[in-house]
């Protein structure tokens, strides 16, 4: 805390504008980064999800302090925790090849909420560390991340084939590359006139062997291969 910023607490004016600025800046910049990744949630979402929970704050404190009502100040705090749940469940989606994706965006709608209820406390402190660190972890951790499990390689892989021998040939592939199969699963399209198109999704992990896109090349020469794709 610094005391040289107490007379920017208060709940007047002067305060509540630097709260609702400063949860414009602190979620903006948090979605920023998420729209230049072309994540659903993005810039504008993640500013009105902490500008509205940084005046949940700032009206419950100004109800108690001003108003004089008999009310908790951090019921409806509690409930902004609650309520961007099910924004977050939004982000996240199962892709028809059984893949997760938006785990991380959800994650990031649930901490800018955290953020805007610093800045509708004025705890601007602890607002402007949590966004440095926010943006720390998605940018910087992100290309660590990268770079320590480069060599660890992991890849779905979405095939279609025209006859279930092919999958002997896919697997022989694999084998060959080095790639080890972690799980497979097997399904079949409809297509056009009632023909059915034999479908598998290949979760492979290649820690010293071929690369994407040699699995994906080897696998696409296969006979009786129509498609692959990444999952």
């Not at 709260?19 to 979605?31: D, E, K, N, P, S």
């Not at 996240?92 to 953020?115: D, F, Q, S, Y």
């Not at 297509?191 to 010293?208: F, I, N, P």
Request: aromatic fraction near 8%.
């Amino acid at each position: 805390m610094f005391p040289s910023l107490n007379f920017l607490r208060q709940p007047d004016l002067l305060g509540m504008t630097v709260r609702v600025l400063l949860a414009l800046v602190c979620g903006g910049a948090i979605g920023l980064e998420r729209t230049e990744k072309r994540r659903p949630a993005g810039f504008r979402t993640h500013i009105l999800i902490c500008l509205g929970a940084a005046m949940t704050t700032a009206t419950s404190q100004y109800l108690y302090i001003t108003m004089h009502y008999p009310i908790s100040v951090s019921r409806m705090g509690a409930q902004v925790i609650a309520g961007v749940s099910f924004i977050g469940a939004g982000a996240i989606m199962m892709t028809k090849w059984r893949r997760v994706r938006g785990l991380t965006t959800a994650a990031g709608l649930w901490v800018v909420a955290i953020v805007g209820l610093c800045c509708g406390t004025a705890f601007y402190e602890g607002a402007v560390y949590t966004t440095i660190l926010v943006l720390v972890a998605e940018v910087f951790f992100s290309k660590l991340e990268y770079r320590l499990l480069r060599e660890d390689r992991e890849v779905t892989v979405y095939t279609e084939y025209e006859r279930p021998s092919c999958l002997e040939e896919i697997v022989a592939r694999c084998h060959m590359l080095g790639v080890k199969i972690v799980d497979i699963e097997i399904t079949h399209r409809s297509g056009e006139e009632g023909s059915s198109t034999t479908c598998a999704v290949l979760s492979l992990h290649s820690r010293h062997g071929a690369g994407k896109g040699e699995i994906l090349q080897s696998l696409s020469d296969a006979e009786g291969v129509l498609t692959v794709v990444e999952a």
